[in-house]
């Protein structure tokens, strides 16, 4: 009777893990077509492995929890004791992949803020640039005095 949660688990399990990788694809797919430079192209690789790693470790877990749930632990303790122990070092795996690619998610959007800021200063000082000339400009105009396009014009 105990055999049944453990077997409903690990098909959740399973679902879990099917779900994640199908994710895990088409996110792929999808910056694989979005990644401008081959940098991005590889870090997109690296992610979607440590992602399909991690969701088929979950998938892992859930069929050696199905197959620790059949075996009866009074005729095969050695056997029941290396299923356990296997889901716990693969789900420790999953942990430690899962903690990996939060490190390099967190990197990589460190590394997007910084570029954004540069960005953001180099627009802000173009900007500044831009309106301190036409603010020459329109001082020009205003006191009467010819512009140097004026007096190309002329």
């Known amino acids: 009777m105990t055999s049944v949660p453990i077997a409903i688990f690990s098909a959740v399990l399973l679902l879990i893990s099917t779900v994640l990788v199908a994710f895990d694809v088409r996110g792929y797919k999808r910056r694989r077509i979005t990644a401008e430079k081959d940098d991005g192209r590889k870090s997109a690789w690296k992610r979607f492995r440590r992602r399909v790693q991690a969701s088929a470790g979950i998938g892992v877990v859930g069929i050696v929890l199905m197959v620790s749930a059949f075996i009866n632990v009074r005729e095969h303790p050695l056997a029941s004791a290396m299923l356990w122990l296997s889901a716990i070092v693969l789900t420790f795996w999953v942990a430690v992949i899962a903690l990996v690619d939060l490190m390099g998610s967190r990197q ?13 200063a ?33």
Not at 108 to 120: K, N, P
């Open 122 to 154: 180099i627009l802000k000082s173009e900007l500044k640039r831009a309106q301190e000339e036409v603010r020459e400009h329109s001082e020009l105009q205003v006191n009467g005095k010819p512009t140097a396009n004026d007096d190309a014009r002329e």
């Open 108 to 120: 990589q959007l460190a590394e997007l803020r910084h570029q954004e800021m540069i960005q953001t």
